[in-house]
């Protein structure tokens, strides 16, 4: 999915190193979510922690893996199309990158798609992507879950990308779903009872989930909770 993306952006300057082999984490993805038929994660300016002034560059997905690491970041401006958006449906751009005219696609026009801005830890850009078999009609109620679902499983893997990399991220805990569910639900207003009537849970637990991301985000409140989880893109209001 963001093959040709990769390619564009790091051009024939630098070698880069690959192999037609998948990831194994996506490839079990694929198989407990229906109707996934690809899923992709591109990194870009991931500094390398034992190299000083290193930057690694790679594109991961189900079917193969790409990566080189170059002197000097690239520039994250020329990513357009989707830009600073918290997540962008392919189905409504028709532009997604373009460098001096040049168009790469990300996806097949007939399927449907999503691409996420992944939470930055080391000034990095991150995109996560997700393609779906499924009707136009069925889209909209699909891409709720989607969005959900994969933004965590996304920084899931990016924060192991990371670690690859030499760095530390065991302080960054996951926010779990159901967190980010109870989460959202205040963010849009409701109330802890409300969100126990709307996600099918007792009020009680709506507020041993909200307690617990509290202290995974180490916040004194709900309120900074609610801020943070949407500062860093892990909830979308």
Not at 74 to 96: C, H, M, N, P, Y
Request: aromatic share 8%.
């Amino acid at each position: 999915m963001f093959d040709k993306i990769f390619e564009v952006l790091v051009g024939d300057s630098v070698s880069v190193e690959g192999r037609s082999e998948g990831v194994a984490f996506f490839k079990v993805s694929k198989t407990v979510y229906e109707h996934v038929s690809a899923l992709s994660y591109l990194g870009i300016n991931i500094p390398l922690a034992t190299r000083r002034g290193q930057y690694m560059q790679c594109s991961y997905s189900d079917s193969s893996v790409k990566q080189c690491v170059r002197p000097v970041p690239l520039s994250a401006d020329r990513l357009t199309g989707i830009g600073s958006a918290e997540f962008v449906d392919f189905a409504k751009v028709e532009q997604v990158f373009c460098r001096e005219g040049e168009l790469a696609t990300a996806v097949d026009p007939a399927k449907q798609a999503l691409a996420m801005r992944l939470r930055p830890l080391r000034d990095e850009v991150a995109l996560f992507g997700v393609c779906i078999d499924t009707s136009h009609a069925d889209w909209p109620e699909r891409k709720d879950v989607i969005l959900r679902d994969f933004r965590i499983l996304g920084n899931y893997f990016h924060q192991h990308i990371l670690r690859i990399y030499g760095h530390d991220t065991e302080s960054d805990m996951l926010v779990s779903a159901r967190e980010l569910d109870c989460l959202k639900w205040v963010a849009e207003g409701k109330t802890a009872w409300e969100a126990s009537v709307i996600l099918g849970i007792s009020e009680r637990t709506v507020r041993f989930h909200l307690n617990s991301a509290r202290e995974k985000m180490r916040c004194a409140t709900t309120t900074q909770a609610v801020a943070k989880a949407v500062a860093q893109r892990l909830i979308v209001v």
